[in-house]
Nanobody, 123 residues
Framework: APLEESGGDSVQAGGSLRLSCAIS?????????VGWYRQAPGKSRELVAT?????????ADALEGRFTISRDVSGNRNMMYLQMNHLEPEDTGRYFC???????????????WGQGTQVTVAS
């Protein structure tokens, strides 16, 4: 699979987790952007954060300051991370790694999703 998440766990409120996404494409720079989405039970999938090949980041308004997205393309590594601090029960959900790649035909982009990793925050 081109995207593989890990790091999900059950934690107490106030705790921290770091999610990882292994990205299989050999050249991260050709990816438009990668990021994290999450889906809570009974709710729609929502944006958490994205990062472009140039390093520009975007966060959901409510999460900026607690969550930090980063990437590591040094050496043979091609990884993306989500550091989550001060976790709240409302952060419970399945977290998905996402990538948008350019393609040479309309709509000129395509999406890839990982299988997700579960985060559960107990109060």
């Amino acid at each position: 699979a081109p995207l593989e998440e890990s790091g999900g766990d059950s934690v107490q409120a106030g705790g921290s987790l770091r999610l990882s996404c292994a990205i299989s494409w050999s050249n991260f720079i050709t990816v438009n952007l990668v990021g994290w989405y999450r889906q809570a039970p009974g709710k729609s999938r929502e944006l958490v954060a994205t990062i472009t090949g140039g390093g520009a980041t975007k966060y959901a308004d409510a999460l900026e300051g607690r969550f930090t997205i980063s990437r590591d393309v040094s050496g043979n590594r091609n990884m993306m991370y989500l550091q989550m601090n001060h976790l709240e029960p409302e952060d419970t959900g399945r977290y998905f790694c996402y990538a948008e790649l350019p393609i040479p035909r309309p709509p000129y982009k395509t999406d890839y999703w990982g299988q997700g990793t579960q985060v559960t925050v107990a109060s």
